[in-house]
């Protein structure tokens, strides 16, 4: 038990793990700021609606979403000044970007 020695990494073998970390941490780094928005929005949505169990953070789509929204519906924002609720119209497209109009007529008219 414990014949293994260990030693420490040169400066060669320490650039290409920090080279190789720093790749996979960007691509990682991409999705998830991609994917955050949507991810928090779910969670908020199952919070607020109930049922449902537990959702992964990440999206994994086999065939990527093209010309497709991942949502879009009605919720209630909370107004600070007057401390009122008001519904507003909500749409997520395949970029992950949230956009938020005051209705639904206001987003078909663009």
Do not use: C
């Amino acid at each position: 038990m414990g014949d293994v020695v260990s030693s420490h990494l040169d400066e060669a073998k320490r650039e290409i793990i920090s080279a190789r970390t720093e790749k996979v941490m960007g691509e990682f780094g991409r999705l998830y700021e991609q994917q955050f928005a949507v991810a928090l929005f779910n969670k908020v949505r199952f919070d607020i609606e109930g049922g449902g169990g537990p959702q992964s953070q990440l999206l994994h789509r086999k065939i990527p979403l093209e010309n497709k929204s991942i949502f879009s519906g009605s919720l209630f924002q909370n107004i600070e000044e007057n401390k009122k609720w008001k519904n507003r119209y909500f749409f997520v497209p395949d970029s992950y970007n949230i956009n938020y109009y005051d209705n639904k007529s206001s987003f078909e008219k663009r």
